[in-house]
């Protein structure tokens, strides 16, 4: 890079270079994780590599311990126990690892046209006809009738077939299509997977096969996985992109690439707590949740009790004990970074944009003090206390940031876990980096602000707000 290159970027060329590093590393994050499940594996086996141990299994802990607790193979949470009493108060980064998709119904195969076909029930907010004509992969595991769990993964490697859905073209849409809203273009039901077109052969010609491509599909599922086809109904299978990350621009400063929300945060949260090198002064937690791109319900979500499982557990390690007003007191005590994205200014859209209030690339990590939407509806509002502090912090180290909010009062809105944590007590605001075209196949980040995220969330599990 030239040094005119830099010169719009609030980090000195060193610490760029630092950030492109980074976010090499976050690319092969991001390729090797398409789902939730695949990020919750990824975070045990990255955490056991620094000295992490199963909390659910542990029968004693002390300061300086590292424990990580797993809940369903789709949430985890992360402790390392600091020096203070722990009952004093956490400091807790939450971050979300679901992500906008398409999902399997539970029986999708049929056979149409003289092709094979999968049905989908989206999951989260897309715009549907994003996903049309797209190159896409199918991940996820099926528990087969005897209960053997097989993974599936294919259209991410290299040699693997990738999938579609085939939209309708110009020439003959003129009625079906192109008099919908941009919210129908594409209606649920018609977001159907092409996944083969051969039949299956039979040795005998007076044998007649009903659904012969359907068959050969069942056929090659079994041959490879086992499977029959009421193993769909046992199965979580998702259907995300087929593409791998990849830098964007002449000047290589920004990333494209599937789910940005949340993975830049989550990733960046990974990296702060395992960058940790002596006992923190108070205990740091990542928490990692599932179903927030539906509300954060479920067992999995923000809103279950796992989140104060984890610290019951970690508390019953260290031999302390407690009743229900004591950990209400520990929650009330902690500090909290909501690590969610915020979107970014699109040139293209500015009219949905309050532009004095809207996050922009590569000017660093969002700080949200509110969030929801239309009159700040089902959000959380962060202490004016607590941002002056984050704000004094982030001066302190020279961490570029900004402050912002999601585009006009009347556009829209959207929410993060945060007001889960605030339900509990805990003080919390809500701090992560700008994305452009959220919620698509594909979403833009810069490097440095991707870079910005880490050094932020180091410094907050360091020192505290």
């Known amino acids: ?155 991410s490697h290299e040699d693997d077939p990738i999938f579609m859905i085939p939209d309708i073209l110009p020439h003959l849409s003129t009625n079906i299509q192109n008099s919908r809203k941009a919210t129908e273009t594409l209606k649920g039901e018609e977001l159907q997977l092409l996944v083969g077109s051969i039949p299956v052969i039979s040795v005998d010609p007076k044998d007649e096969i009903k659904h012969p491509i359907k068959k050969a599909i069942l056929e090659h599922l079994h041959s490879t996985y086992g499977m029959v086809e009421e193993d769909f109904t046992s199965a979580e299978l998702e259907v995300v992109p087929a593409f791998k990350a990849q830098d964007i621009g002449l000047d290589h400063s920004m990333i494209g690439a599937y789910a940005h929300d949340d993975r830049m945060c989550s990733y960046s949260a990974l990296r702060a707590l395992f960058q940790l090198q002596e006992t923190p002064r108070k205990t740091a937690m990542v928490f990692l949740a599932d179903k927030e791109e539906i509300g954060s319900t479920g067992s999995t979500g923000m809103e279950s009790d796992f989140f104060v499982y984890a610290i019951g557990k970690t508390l019953k390690a260290m031999n302390l004990q407690y009743d229900t007003t004591q950990m209400m007191e520990l929650l009330w005590s902690s500090q909290a970074l909501s690590a969610d994205v915020d979107v970014a200014y699109n040139p293209n859209f500015k009219d949905v944009h309050d532009a004095t209030n809207a996050p922009m690339i590569n000017k660093g990590i969002t700080i949200a003090k509110y969030t929801g939407s239309g009159g700040k509806f089902m959000g959380s509002e962060a202490d004016a206390e607590m941002v002056a502090k984050l704000r004094h912090l982030l001066t302190k180290r020279g961490i570029p940031h900004q402050f912002g909010e999601m585009g006009k009062i009347d556009e829209g809105g959207g929410g993060t876990v945060a007001q889960f944590l605030a339900h509990r007590g805990v003080q919390v605001v809500d701090c992560g980096g700008p994305v452009m075209g959220m919620h698509a196949p594909m979403e833009l980040i810069s490097k440095t602000d991707l870079f910005s995220n880490y050094e932020t969330y180091l410094a907050f599990l360091e020192e505290g707000l």
């Open 1 to 155: 890079m030239s040094d005119t290159t830099l010169k719009y970027i609030e980090y000195n060329p060193a610490k760029v270079k630092e950030a492109f590093a980074f976010a090499e590393d976050y690319k092969a994050f991001s390729d090797a994780v398409k789902t939730e499940r695949e990020a919750v594996s990824y975070a045990k086996h990255l955490a056991e590599q620094y000295g992490y141990k199963n909390g659910l299994t542990i029968t004693s802990a002390k300061p300086g311990d590292k424990l990580y607790f797993i809940n369903r193979h789709k949430n985890i949470a992360l402790v390392h126990i600091g020096q203070e009493d722990i009952q004093k108060g956490l400091h807790i980064l939450a971050a979300h690892v679901d992500a906008p998709r398409l999902d399997l119904k539970p029986l999708p195969l049929y056979e149409a046209a003289d092709m094979a076909m999968l049905k989908t029930h989206y999951y989260g907010g897309i715009k549907k006809y994003q996903w049309v004509n797209t190159p896409l992969a199918l991940h996820g595991v099926v528990i087969l009738k005897d209960g053997t769990t097989k993974t599936i993964q294919i259209g």
